[in-house]
């Protein structure tokens, strides 16, 4: 079964940045979008941000201006980098990808916020 693995969590100060990936333990093949969630306390897990295979992209609101999704087709690689970052931004951050009859998603990285 593949695993998508993130990395890139910590604890930042508020107005500090992070930069997230997402890593397959195997190759997928035919990936077409890959996304961000996030699930902050006692909320439900929520879409960050989310690219296809052809580069679009589409943000929530709370993350346009501040938090650019990118990927590398080739490594199956995702990333997102987040900047002006604020405590409510702390929460669990999930990675995910979908083919055409498959999606796949990985264990989640701690994001805290705090100063």
């Known amino acids: 079964q593949v695993q998508l693995e993130e990395s890139g969590g910590g604890l930042v100060q508020p107005g500090g940045s992070l930069r997230l990936s997402c890593t397959p333990s195997?190759?997928?093949?035919?990936?077409?979008?890959m996304s961000w969630h996030r699930q902050v306390p006692g909320q439900q897990r929520e879409l960050v941000a989310a690219?296809?295979?052809?580069?679009?992209?589409n943000y929530a609101s709370f993350a346009k201006g501040r938090f650019a999704i990118s990927r590398d087709n080739y490594k199956n690689s995702m990333f997102l980098q987040m900047n002006m970052l604020q405590p409510e931004d702390t929460g669990v951050y999930f990675c995910?990808?979908?083919?055409?009859?498959?999606?796949?998603w990985g264990q989640g990285t701690q994001v805290t916020v705090s100063s």
């Open positions: 995910r990808a979908e083919t055409s009859n498959m999606e796949f």
């Open positions: 690219i296809t295979n052809g580069g679009r992209t």
């Open positions: 195997a190759r997928v093949w035919r990936i077409t979008v």
